[in-house]
């Protein structure tokens, strides 16, 4: 059973930076997309960024050029470098993992950005 744990959410002043970390647990790391999300409260569930399995990565419009996306499979962990954080950046944001039939979520962690 895989198993994934987001961690390094918490309270950011605009302008400021935050990295997330999700340890994933089960299974062959190596072989798994990651990617992240994030909710918004009302809002529905949004793609943030991932990382596949050859570590090629793609962000969504918004996050790109301010965010970036690793992983370490020595560590079975995902990271996501989150730089320049905007209001619009709060919300739960929450660690993905894919493959084949597989589709894992962690219960995520939140991140405010306020003033």
Known sequence: QV???ESGGGVVQPGGSLRLTCAV???IFEDYDMAWYRQAPGERRDFVADINSS???YYVDSVRGRFAISRDNDKNTVYLQMNSLKLEDTAVYYC???HWQMNTWGRGTQVTVST
């Open 55 to 57: 570590g090629s990565t």
């Open 3 to 5: 198993e994934l744990v």
């Open 25 to 27: 647990s089960g299974g």
């Open 96 to 98: 993905n993992a894919k």
